[in-house]
C-alpha cells in the first residue's frame, strides 16, 4: 500500500498555520479534496470489456454463493454492467469526503457503499475481478502516488505563495 507522500515545504505549510490558520487551513481543505478525486477517479473507472474470461473462484464457500445468487436472481450471467439484478454501480459509487479533524489535520475519505466491492477492488479481489481488468484500492494508490505527491506539492506552494512565505 502507498503510504506516506514526500511533500515538500509541508512543514513550512504547518509553520505558518499560526499567522495564517484561516488560509492555511483553506488551502489543505482545498487540496485534500484534490488529492481525493485523484484517487476516486482512478476507482471508478470501468475497465475495458472483456469477453471469455474464465470465471475462477478462490474458495468453495466462492462458488457456492455466487450459484446460490445466480438461482435467487441475485445476479445474471452474463453479467450487463449497471443494469443486470444486484448491480449497484460500483464505478459510479466511489464517493470522497474531506473532514477537518483538528489544527492542521485534514482528512481525506474515498469510499464506497457497493456490497460487493472488496470481492471487485478490495483485499479479497477475486481473480475473475482481476482478470477483467478491476484494480484494487491498493493498485490505484501505488499508480497514483507521484501525481499525488505532485499534486499536494503545487498546493503547499500555491499556499506558502499566497500568504508570502
Known sequence: MAEGLQIEGLKELIAALDSFPQEVQQGMQ???????????????KYPARRLGVKVTFGSDRQRK?????LHSGEIEVPYRRGMSPGS???GASWTKEVK?????????IVGTRASYAELVQGEQQTGMHAGTGWP????????????LEVFFGQVVQRV???IGR
Open 65 to 69: 454463493g455466487f450459484f446460490a445468487k
Open 136 to 147: 484494487t484500492v491498493d493498485q490505484v494508490l501505488v499508480e497514483k502516488r507521484k501525481q
Open 30 to 44: 482545498t487540496g485534500m479534496s484534490g488529492g481525493t478525486e485523484i484517487v476516486r477517479g482512478g476507482l471508478a
Open 100 to 108: 477537518t479533524v483538528g489544527p492542521a489535520q485534514i482528512k481525506g
Open 88 to 90: 449497484q454501480r460500483l
Open 160 to 162: 506558502l505563495a499566497r
